[in-house]
Nanobody, 125 residues
């Protein structure tokens, strides 16, 4: 059974950093793109970044460029989202999602077939 489990969220002050992890199980990890999405309170879900099976990425959200980085460890079935210089507008529940495609990062969230339960990130002083 395909499973995605996020961790690493929490409360952080503006300007701080967090590293989110998404651990996958139950499928051929390297043959799936894994994406990070987020949903702020009262808002819709938005894509943050998609990471291909080889570790390259497509950033969906321009506001995170230069602040967020991503990585992937296929040996550990894990993707990471390093978030630096956090702002209050980064406050959201962050989800990882998977799609069976080694290199293709979809344009829409509905193209992802599996989702984790999310980890909450709160940026506040």
């Amino acid at each position: 059974q395909l499973q995605l489990v996020e961790s690493g969220g929490g409360l952080v002050q503006p300007g701080g950093s967090l590293r989110l992890s998404c651990v996958a199980s139950g499928f051929e990890f390297e043959n799936h793109v894994i994406a990070w999405f987020r949903q702020a309170p009262g808002q819709g879900r938005e894509g943050v970044v998609c990471i291909t099976g080889t570790g390259s990425g497509r950033i969906y959200e321009d506001s995170v460029k230069g602040r967020f980085t991503f990585s992937r460890d296929n040996a550990k079935n894990t993707v990471y989202l390093q978030m630096n210089s956090l702002k209050s507008e980064d406050t959201a529940v962050y989800y990882c999602a998977a799609r069976a495609a080694r290199f293709y990062c979809p344009d829409h969230d509905y193209e992802y077939s599996s989702w984790g339960q999310g980890t909450a990130v709160t940026v506040s002083s």
